[in-house]
């Protein structure tokens, strides 16, 4: 199994993460859809990351449709998005938040870093940083700090997708989440010392 992209993307952290958490032996291919374009395109016609290549040569694109083919094939009774009713829809209410706003950040961060600085409009940078932050302190006020993880008592996706995004909000768009997010900030460092999060980190 080879996993084709780089960890400071949180799409394929996610992967990574959901790789390592199920104790699933893969290589991986560390590229980026910027300055490897052609060969990510061999992958995924889009020429995005990430992507996983099957031991039987299928390709799988998109962290949602590869995180389902990693629960259904490896989760059991625990997969990392639970396979019904409220629970299962409550996980995936926060990963589809801290997806979004994983989007909206690096909206706003290729928008800073790769248009002409005469060409460049604020208020777009802005109104994305103000969507992922929304999204990240609603997730913020989901946290108990007493308990080991955001839901259901194990390790989610709403966990693994919270931790990516709160670790690009703060390192890609310089958000102090220790200051306007605390306990989804302490929650992402607690995670950070796990196995699974510490072997991808990039």
């Not at 084709?4 to 560390?30: H, K, M």
Request: hydrophobic share 40%; net charge neutral; proline share 5%.
């Amino acid at each position: 199994m080879r996993l084709i992209g780089v960890n400071r993307s949180p799409y394929t952290r996610r992967v990574a993460i959901t790789l390592a958490g199920y104790g699933v032996a893969y290589e991986q291919r560390c590229v980026s859809g910027f300055g490897n374009r052609d060969e990510v395109r061999g992958h995924n016609p889009l020429g995005r990351i990430p992507a996983l290549v099957l031991d039987d040569g299928e390709t799988l694109i998109d962290s949602g449709a590869i995180v389902d083919h990693l629960d259904e094939r490896y989760g059991g009774e625990r997969p990392t998005i639970p396979r019904a009713g409220a629970e299962r829809r409550a996980v995936l209410r926060v990963a589809a938040m801290m997806m979004g706003a994983c989007d909206k950040g690096l909206q706003a961060a290729y928008h800073r870093n790769h248009t002409p600085v005469d060409k460049r409009h604020q208020p777009w940078v802005d109104d994305c940083t103000a969507q992922m932050a929304h999204a990240l302190a609603a997730v913020d006020a989901m946290v108990d700090p007493a308990a080991p993880y955001l839901l259901l008592g194990r390790l989610t996706q709403a966990d693994i997708t919270a931790f990516v995004a709160e670790r690009l909000a703060r390192f890609g768009l310089n958000v102090d989440t220790a200051a306007q997010m605390p306990k989804l900030y302490a929650l992402a460092r607690k995670l950070g010392e796990e196995a699974a999060f510490r072997s991808t980190e990039p």
